[in-house]
Nanobody, 116 residues
C-alpha cells in the first residue's frame, strides 16, 4: 500500500535553513500532486506548498520567497527547501500526495523547530 516517509526535520536557529524530503512508495497509479502542510500548536493545519506533476506550484503567503518546493516524478519524491527560517515556522510538517484517482495520503509528520 502507499506510504509517505518524511526526513530532514530538526532544530535550527532563526535565519537558518533546512531541507525536508518525502518519498512515496507502493504507488501503482500516477501521483497528481505532492506537497507539504504544517500544524503549529493551537493552530489549524495549513498549506505550505504543493506542486503538480507539471511543476506548477502554490505557496502560502507566509513562506513565499523563502521556501521552494520541488519534485521528481520518476522517483515519486518531493522536497521542501526552507531558507531564512523564522520562529513562526515552528510546526509539524506533513507530506501529502494525491493520486489521479483522488486518493489522498499523508506522512506521519516531522518536527521543525526554529529558535535561538
Amino acid at each position: 500500500q502507499v506510504q509517505l516517509v518524511e526526513s530532514g526535520g530538526g532544530w535550527v536557529q532563526p535565519g537558518g535553513s533546512l531541507r525536508l524530503s518525502c518519498a512515496a512508495s507502493g504507488v501503482a497509479d500516477s501521483i497528481y500532486l505532492m506537497g507539504w502542510y504544517r500544524q503549529a500548536p493551537r493552530k489549524q493545519r495549513e498549506l505550505v506548498a504543493v506542486i503538480q506533476n507539471s511543476d506548477s506550484a502554490n505557496y502560502a503567503d507566509s513562506v513565499k520567497g523563502r521556501f521552494t518546493v520541488s519534485r521528481d516524478n520518476a522517483k515519486n519524491t518531493v522536497d521542501l527547501q526552507m531558507n531564512s527560517l523564522k520562529p513562526e515556522d515552528t510546526a509539524v510538517y506533513y507530506c501529502i500526495a494525491r493520486l489521479r484517482t483522488w486518493d489522498v495520503y499523508w506522512g506521519q509528520g516531522t518536527q521543525v523547530t526554529v529558535s535561538s
